[in-house]
């Protein structure tokens, strides 16, 4: 399918909204919950995704109960592995139909099961004549960051995969975390021409804004102010319109990467970006199973990203 078209819609549209699925997350977070305790269900196909790893940390067994009361059926699901998606659909009681409308909370998946959905409706050749999804996300109260862990893995995770293309220049583009020297880590691994920066602000908090430059310090100090990029965090437009500028006049001579480190709402529009330009590559950078485990508590209403796919034929 294509990606026709995306539009940030506000989240009371949710309560007007017939869905044919509901994915969910079940970590150990409290704010899994958050998203479908809020909405009214009503007579969708209701799935959870739950972690295979961590089981009983913090909140992940009152997670599940809530769930499982509230008639969610469970896929175990690694978080180091992609979502089988086409299993999903096959839930559905008429997967056939012309137009399917498709609620995904992905405040607690880690970047490559939403990745993983993204590539899946842009490869596959499905029958409907339009599907919509609903990407949902509920921002936190702000936490410390904890002691960082070393680097497991960095790897590309968005649609098509070429690797570095030895024939061009490379430009890094990283949206930052609070996580210290995390980012200055993995740009001195892949040793860009050019590196990019962006970082949330305005946010809901500005300590976040305040803990990403003191964490970031070396990097940001490094670099040309002209490479620097500040974007609202809830306003996903204009985070995919910056991208968008940057990226269109970078490939032309640069092969490029995104490295989205910071918050999930960047990540999203950076693997939409490269959905609609396969030339351009989204990389996670994970410590693996010793990642730091963190309650996220939800703040304010989600932040919802409709994402339109279409027959190419129609859209050629």
């Known amino acids: 399918m294509e990606l026709i078209s995306t539009q940030q819609v506000p989240f009371d549209d949710l309560y007007i909204r017939n869905f044919d699925l509901v994915i969910a997350v079940s970590g150990y977070e409290s704010r899994s919950t958050y998203l479908v305790e809020k909405i009214k269900l009503q007579n969708e196909i209701r799935t959870v995704l739950a972690f295979e790893e961590k089981t009983d940390e913090l909140h992940r067994p009152e997670n599940d109960e809530k769930y499982r009361q509230m008639g969610f059926h469970f896929m175990m699901q690694s978080g180091n592995t992609a979502v089988d ?7 559905l009681p008429d997967r056939y139909k012309e137009s399917l409308n498709i609620l995904i909370d992905y405040s607690c998946m880690t970047k490559l099961w939403y990745a993983s959905i993204i590539n899946y409706f842009i490869q596959s050749d499905l029958p409907n004549q339009n599907i919509s999804l609903y990407f949902s996300y509920t921002a936190s109260k702000y936490t410390e960051p904890k002691k960082p862990k070393p680097l497991s893995f960095a790897e590309p995770i968005s649609c098509v995969s070429h690797g ?3 024939s061009k220049p490379l430009a890094l ?9 995390r980012a200055e880590f993995f740009r001195k691994s892949l040793n860009p021409e050019e590196t990019y920066l962006f970082y949330a602000d305005p946010v809901d908090d500005n ?3 305040e803990k990403v430059y003191i964490n970031n310090f070396k990097l940001i100090d490094q670099s040309h102010k002209n490479h620097v990029f500040s974007y609202p965090i809830r306003d996903l437009k204009k985070i995919d319109a910056l991208l968008t500028d940057l990226c269109l ?3 032309l001579n640069y092969k490029i990467i995104l490295a989205p480190l910071g918050p999930k709402p960047f990540a999203l529009c950076c693997l939409l970006l490269a959905a609609r330009y396969p030339d351009i590559e989204v990389w996670r950078i994970s410590a693996g199973s010793s990642e730091s485990i963190y309650n996220r508590e939800p703040f304010g209403d989600p932040l919802v990203f409709r994402v339109d796919f279409g027959q190419e034929e129609d859209y050629a």
């Open 85 to 91: 998606t086409d299993s999903l659909l096959h839930l």
């Open 164 to 166: 570095i293309i030895k």
């Open 173 to 181: 583009v990283i949206g930052l975390g609070y996580e210290k020297d």
């Open 207 to 209: 300590r976040f804004v």
């Open 249 to 251: 006049d970078l490939r």
